[in-house]
């Protein structure tokens, strides 16, 4: 590591109700990959915000390559040499990949923007990378892990000296976490400092040298990365011991009846030929590789895709889904993966979002019942412990792991019996996480029954009762947690590959 390049001292925060910041520090040097860790809600996003020129701090310094700074605009910023690749995707989805990229800095010819000389800039780019994304491509029509893969580009594609990962790898595969891996490498050796956010415990000892914690809007402490454990850090995060042990028997009896029952659902290459039942009380995972189908299987089942073949039923009785709406009906909900495009409307109060589902609930002659909206979404701020100041504040104001906990409480106070999870702690920390977990516990304890979809094998062991396997769009293996591992997953996950 070289000299220091960046220093943050003493920032102090506040937004109405909310005291984000208390004399938080970061110290960061050039050639360094230094973590920065906390729960959600710890302040780390706010922290960057303000390196970044998006807020505006009330006190504390900023001291960059020796010199105290302070930036009014993301532009600033940028023009400084300090850019971010942020948690939420930020991309334009009508536009394409090249014009994502290099939105603000088009390349022209005349007055005409040089779309060819983007898609080569762009092509350059990708193949530093080492992935393979057309640049012509529309952004809405990428998976949620190449749509991160383009603002890692993006990002990259500038003049760097502080680079800021807010939860890179949250989307992408193993494969894809390497070539990451080896770019973030590639800059450090280049004397890039490089602050990095993750809730992965296992990415904190490969890749960084450093870790602060934050907790609570207050800065915690520093490690050295190789000295530490990842008990060190989580105590530190959260102030307290968290251990969530494999599932060794299923807590659903042979007997249970089956709830939902999928016969050869067939939606185009990434759904072939899918057939299980979901029993009540059950959690049943999908597991398999980035692309494999999971969430084309439940996109389809919850009717936000169209099916081209196969049959659904609910509680034995056939049902014909061809809407969200028709699924909803049918009593199941869908917790999308991607929580800011399907999730939230954002600019919405967590009361609105909370009751948006069961809107009819609320509805008294032609007005809404505001107040009733208000302390149903109290209660459930309560019971899943979401950090906000008052259930009126915009949804866009919480953290991403209070923004998925919203998106539970939709689901909850409509009542589904069959609930879908897609990836539902993608982005979140080990302290919500566990909330989560409980949470998914208790519902299937009261009869609720859920479908699982996560890319992390642990959290698949962790929370099934059985286990469905797909690989490039059709199921491989359903193996009962009694027999599941990760090199059991492993192998059905990659049959053919």
């Excluded at 032609?366 to 915009?394: C, H, M, W």
């Amino acid at each position: 590591m070289g000299e220091v390049i960046l220093t943050m001292k003493d920032i102090d925060k506040s937004f109405p109700g909310v005291h984000a910041l208390k004399k938080v520090s970061l110290e960061v040097r050039r050639g360094e990959v230094h973590a920065l860790m906390g729960e959600n809600g710890a302040g780390k996003s706010t922290l960057m915000k303000i390196l970044t020129g998006i807020y505006s701090k009330d006190s504390g310094q900023i001291i960059y390559e020796g010199k105290e700074v302070e930036f009014t605009h993301p532009r600033e910023a940028q023009d400084a040499g300090i850019a971010i690749v942020h948690q939420e995707l930020n991309m334009m989805q009508q536009l394409t990949v090249a014009q994502n990229i290099f939105i603000g800095r088009e390349y022209m010819k005349g007055k005409i923007i040089d779309d060819k000389r983007m898609n080569e800039e762009a092509a350059k780019l990708f193949e530093k990378l080492n992935i393979s994304i057309d640049p012509s491509q529309v952004m809405g029509d990428l998976t949620v892990g190449k749509q991160q893969m383009c603002e890692i580009a993006k990002a990259i594609s500038k003049e760097v000296k502080v680079l800021v990962f807010d939860e890179p790898t949250a989307a992408l595969t193993d494969s894809e976490i390497n070539e990451l891996f080896k770019i973030i490498r590639d800059l450090r050796e280049k004397g890039i400092g490089i602050i990095y956010i993750s809730h992965r415990m296992d990415e904190i000892k490969i890749i960084t040298d450093r870790v602060t914690v934050m907790r609570d809007g207050e800065y915690v402490g520093t490690l050295i990365s190789k000295d530490c454990t990842k008990d060190d850090i989580i105590n530190m995060m959260v102030g307290r011991t968290i251990y969530e042990e494999p599932k060794s028997v299923s807590n659903v009896p042979d007997n249970a009846p089956v709830v939902l029952k999928v016969e050869h659902l067939q939606a185009g290459k990434m759904v072939q030929d899918i057939s299980f039942e979901l029993r009540k009380g059950e959690i049943l995972g999908f597991s398999g590789l980035m692309g494999a189908g999971r969430t084309e299987t439940a996109r389809v089942i919850f009717g936000a895709d169209k099916k081209q073949g196969g049959d659904i039923y609910v509680n034995g009785k056939k049902v014909e889904i061809n809407s969200p709406q028709d699924a909803v009906k049918a009593g199941i909900g869908y917790l999308s993966e991607d929580r800011k495009r399907y999730g939230v409307v954002l600019d919405k109060t967590i009361a609105e979002n909370t009751t948006m589902a069961s809107l009819e609930k609320f509805v008294k002659g032609l007005f809404i019942d505001k107040k009733g909206e208000e302390s149903t979404a109290q209660d459930y701020v309560e019971r899943l412990n979401t950090k906000t100041p008052t259930v009126t504040t915009p949804t866009l104001s919480l953290s991403g792991g209070n923004q998925q906990k919203v998106v539970i409480a939709k689901w909850l106070v409509r009542d589904c019996d069959i609930l879908i999870f897609d990836e539902p702690t993608r982005g979140i920390d080990v302290g919500a996480k566990s909330e989560i977990y409980h949470l998914m516990n208790e519902l299937a304890t009261s009869g609720k029954s859920i479908i699982m979809i996560s890319s992390e094998l642990p959290e698949i062991l962790r929370m099934s009762d059985r286990v469905l396997v797909m690989c490039e769009g059709r199921k491989t293996a359903e193996i009962p947690i009694e027999k599941a591992s990760q090199e059991v997953i492993m192998q059905a996950a990659t049959v053919g590959m």
